[in-house]
């Protein structure tokens, strides 16, 4: 292809970022590169925070960026700037050339099969730029507070309220001939508060995000969810140390998720350090359970056509009957594994879990007694031997209902066995992140107490 910015032997400075790449790659070429790849980003966004009807903060951002990656046989260099002069480009490969020099053969390095790179692009409908001035912006954060706060006598305090946009372009090319571009918007609004009653402080919160500012749920719900979920918090007890069904709130249950996205990733799988090892054909989960990524589905936060290496995605199942059906690969962990990469460079696109036919009510009706968690707290899992013990906060049942708040609790077990003792998935889908899940009951669970 005729290089678009060759006029009289002169390359022009770039107007775009699919330049930026472009001009990257013929950099990387003529330094003898035996393959290359290049992303480049422009990004711009807005925040405000408020708390207790005063603005905090307001943060107006613009970035960019460009990361170069050259591949000189089975030695690789990376390279980054913020400067999109075309000086600057040419002296980023240049830097990536020289590091590419002093690093190890590693024959599993290089670019993705070029047979598997994405070739058509279909509008997942991500951008959705929208003109919002700081003082309206300023005044639905005071009127997403002042909803929580207005919910209940008792919550008096508040850690604020924040809204945020985010828009942004970026472009990834390859020496392949890969190159596109796309462009996504990101809306946010959050809100927390404290609450206080006979001496007993709680605080909670709640969020809501979407591609189109239209979608996301408005101040004053979000304000209001916030107090509800505050206000029912208080007065929390401790409880005594048993062994019960635990049913873990959706937004809280995508963490599972996570984790068993963690161990049956590539990098866990090589290093042999997921306690998933060695499972692919197994029973993983009960076998209602199924797991899929959805890539193309229109307005989601993790949807895309291709991967970080310009692999075309797929929307496949990861489990199916409870059996894991493949693992979560980028071309160079697939390489290092004997395997193919699924199109996940640069993580999972929509992973998403089938939901049941009951929700969360009926969930706390089946479970008859027991815990449920809405709130966790700290990081304490081994993914090598899948051992789980985390803090958590949330709700006594008994008799299939809520009875009182819990607190200062510690849940332990081991992902595994977690994983094949869920009893049932919640038709109340999380669909803010970019995992999606109902809520989870698991049975039979170590509650540390008093």
Known sequence: MKNN?????????????????????????????????????????LSVAVRKGEIETVEHTRDRGLAVTVYFGDRIGNATTSDYSVKSIRQTVQSACSIARFTEDDPCHGLADTDLLATKFPDLDLYHPIERSIDEMVEDAKRCEQSALDYDSRIQNSEGSAIDSHEGTEAYGNSNGFMDENR??????????????????????????ARNFGDMQNAVGVGKTAGARTARRLNSRKISTCRVPVLFEAPIATSLLSHFIAAISGGSLYRRTSFLLEHLGKQVFPDFVRICEQPFLPRAIGSRAYDGEGVVTNSSDIVVGGILERYVLSSYSARRLGLKTTGNAGGIHNLTINGGDRDLNELIKDMDRGLMVTELIGFGINSVTGDY?????????????????????TIAGNLKEMFQSILAIGSDIDTKQNIRSGSILIDNLAIAGQ
Do not use: H
């Open 184 to 209: 996504k918007t990101r809306y946010g609004i959050s809100c927390s508060v404290v609450g206080e009653e006979n001496g007993n402080m709680q605080r909670d919160y709640w969020y809501s995000v």
């Open 389 to 409: 013990s985390r803090g958590a906060a949330g709700f006594w049942i008994e008799n299939g209902e809520i009875q009182f708040p819990v607190e200062e609790v």
């Open 5 to 45: 910015f060759e006029l009289s032997g002169k390359i022009n400075e770039p107007t775009s970022v699919s330049d930026v790449v472009d001009i990257a790659l013929q950099a990387a070429k003529g330094s003898g590169a035996s393959q290359s790849e290049a992303v480049a980003s422009v990004s711009q966004g």
